[in-house]
């Protein structure tokens, strides 16, 4: 059986990693997005957003994967399983599943924003969001940079391409912690059901995929995922 995770903030934030559209305690109740997280933003005081990305970075590091985040690695003994995340975390890798498509890049990877190349330098440890810091700069000149996406950019290609690959080839699809309303990333779900792929939500809130999606699981992933591939099996029989 091939099985194809599609996985959101949703499943991380189970971990004690913030989200960022929930209205009382998601990072863009705090901070402005456009600031930090915008090519202007970047352009306009890059130490600031710089000293944010590196505590968010740091913040990472101290939380682990958790029962959801396990469970999907342990489908990878009885499935051929493929991770989609619009997460910028490393849990998936951490709990051990191969292979994980990063849309949006990762705040465990970063390039320089000139030459794009690489940048595997230390990293001194910041301990307070709003902390300025000048950025690294890589052999070319160019200022270093978090390998994510930002407002007003494309996905990159290499992942995107990835990840209709694996949709259009899944028995079925997962969508777990997403609120299904980032796009691309939520058409994918919409592309499976057009080929006839059942899709299976998991979320304890209503999305607007829970209306077409073929079974919603009203339940956090820590919850749902550890049982759910023998259910998938018999959804499929």
Known sequence: ???????????????????FRDSKNGLWSRFDPYQLSSIDG?????????????WRHHLLTQVEPNEGHRAIAAWQDHAEVCVITQNVDDLH???????????HGSLFEFRCARCGLPY??????????????EPPRCRCGGLIRPDIVWFGE???EEPWQRAVE??????????VGTSAIVYP???????ALSRGISVV????????????????????????????LHRLTALLN
């Not at 330098?121 to 300025?132: N, Q």
């Not at 694996?166 to 969508?175: G, I, N």
């Not at 990333?185 to 592309?191: I, N, S």
């Open 166 to 175: 694996a949709t259009e080839a899944a028995d079925v699809m997962v969508v």
């Open 154 to 156: 494309p996905l990159p």
């Open 1 to 19: 059986m091939r099985v194809t995770v599609l996985s959101g903030a949703g499943i991380s934030a189970e971990s004690g990693v913030p989200t």
């Open 42 to 54: 970047w352009l306009q005081n890059p130490e600031r957003v710089w000293g944010w990305y590196l």
């Open 120 to 133: 595997t330098g230390e990293l001194p440890e910041i301990v307070e969001a709003t902390t300025d810091m």
């Open 185 to 191: 990333a939520a058409g994918l779900p919409e592309l």
């Open 201 to 228: 939500e998991v979320n304890p809130e209503q999305t607007p995929l829970s209306a077409s999606a073929t079974v919603s699981i009203r339940e956090p992933a820590s919850r749902a995922l550890p049982g759910l």
């Open 93 to 103: 890798e951490r709990a051990g599943s191969r292979p994980v498509h990063h849309l």
